[in-house]
Nanobody, 112 residues
Framework: VQLQASGGGLVQAGGSLRLSCLAV??????MGWYRQAPGKERELVAL???????NYADSVKGRFTISRDNAKSTVYLQMNSLKPEDTAVYYC?????????WGAGTQVTVSS
């Protein structure tokens, strides 16, 4: 599976962004969004399984929404009420059979 993330950018606190991940071959993969801020480890932001189960990091619950459109081979991350601490490089991930695939990240910067 090949992953291509897009949609990052600069936004003021309280604003919104929608990230997209084109994931050719993602059918039956669990799909996730991760982020890595400078000096910090990469962390899971949101996960949507191949069967539609969803999990969020506590820090984004109620603000972020993950979704997938298998017909379009795309996973989305709608981010609302953004905070400066959401600033990071966001990565799309595809997981199946203990194998992870990663795409290049997209930078999200939230100004205060």
């Amino acid at each position: 599976v090949q992953l291509q993330a897009s949609g990052g950018g600069l936004v003021q606190a309280g604003g919104s962004l929608r990230l997209s991940c084109l994931a050719v071959g993602m059918f039956r993969y669990d799909m996730g969004w991760y982020r890595q801020a400078p000096g910090k480890e990469r962390e899971l932001v949101a996960l949507i399984t191949s069967t539609g189960d969803i999990n969020y990091a506590d820090s984004v619950k109620g603000r972020f929404t993950i979704s997938r459109d298998n017909a379009k081979s795309t996973v989305y991350l709608q981010m609302n009420s953004l905070k400066p601490e959401d600033t990071a490089v966001y990565y799309c991930n595809a997981h199946k059979w203990k194998v992870d695939h990663w795409g290049a990240g997209t930078q999200v910067t939230v100004s205060s």
